[in-house]
């Protein structure tokens, strides 16, 4: 299927390793340009280059996407450089699992403000981009969690609240022609990820929680990345407001 993706210009935060590489390794595959960021330089300098390898412009930084004037004015100049912005992808979480204020805090900081300050952000650039082609993008990736719980956590609640504004986003703007959907993964392995530094540090546990999904499986960070580009396609241009579960049929719960 032609995704219609080439000669677009994308935005991906958290672009340097796991989902988000995959992302921004797909989007260029198809011939998409990308802006990346994520914290460490040299993992965003080494991911940039191989971005370019594929043929397409690529640019990138280091910023903390808890920092909202940063964040907000690396977005506008990456749109600047690009030539424009037709998909945003918000990636970046903060994967704290407890349930004191810290934690909270942290996810609330880095998941649901730095979505929230990325779309501020890049709106414009997906107006224009809307207005001109009749289809832009912003795609957050959740999780599996935020419908299932065995405590108080607060990783679960926020990635709900993430599923929640993206409903409201993708209604807000549908006349505009700017779509907002949800991909929420389940268990995703790679090396250096969670479930990798749980499989070493737990392995009994970690052998549990695979052996609880149908698939006796975890999912690589393509399959997740698939799901995502394809949903910021114009080949998915009637798709909006939607929270695509991606785990292996691990939960229960019926969607529709």
């Not at 918000?90 to 403000?113: H, I, R, T, Y």
């Not at 990783?155 to 022609?177: D, E, F, S, T």
């Amino acid at each position: 299927m032609d995704l219609h993706l080439k000669g677009k210009k994308a935005v991906v935060l958290g672009g340097t390793r796991g989902i988000g590489r995959a992302i921004a390794d797909t989007l260029a595959g198809e011939g998409a340009n990308v802006a990346i960021c994520a914290r460490k330089a040299d993992q965003v300098s080494e991911a940039v280059a191989a971005l370019k390898d594929k043929g397409v412009k690529a640019t990138g930084a280091s910023v903390d996407i808890t920092d909202g004037d940063a964040l907000k004015g690396w977005i506008a100049k990456a749109g600047n450089e690009l030539g424009g912005i037709d998909m945003l992808f918000s990636n970046a979480g903060a994967m704290a699992q407890g349930g004191d204020p810290a934690s909270w805090e942290a996810n609330f900081k880095l998941d649901v403000l730095g979505a929230v300050n990325a779309f501020d952000a890049a709106r414009p650039f997906l107006e224009k981009a809307a207005e001109t082609n009749g289809d832009a993008a912003f795609v957050i990736i959740s999780s599996v969690s935020a419908a299932e719980t065995d405590n108080a956590s607060s990783y679960g609640p926020i990635k709900a609240a993430l599923i929640h504004m993206a409903k409201g986003l993708a209604r807000q703007h549908a006349k505009r022609n700017i779509r907002t959907n949800v991909v929420s993964p389940g268990m995703v392995y790679f090396k250096g990820g969670v479930w990798n530094m749980v499989e070493m540090n737990s392995p009994d546990f970690f052998k549990q929680a695979v052996a609880r999904n149908p698939t006796g499986r975890c999912a690589t960070p393509q399959e997740i990345a698939n799901a995502a580009v394809f949903l910021a396609s114009p080949a998915s241009s009637y798709t909006t407001g939607v929270n695509l579960l991606v785990d292996g049929a691990v939960s229960r719960r019926v969607n529709f």
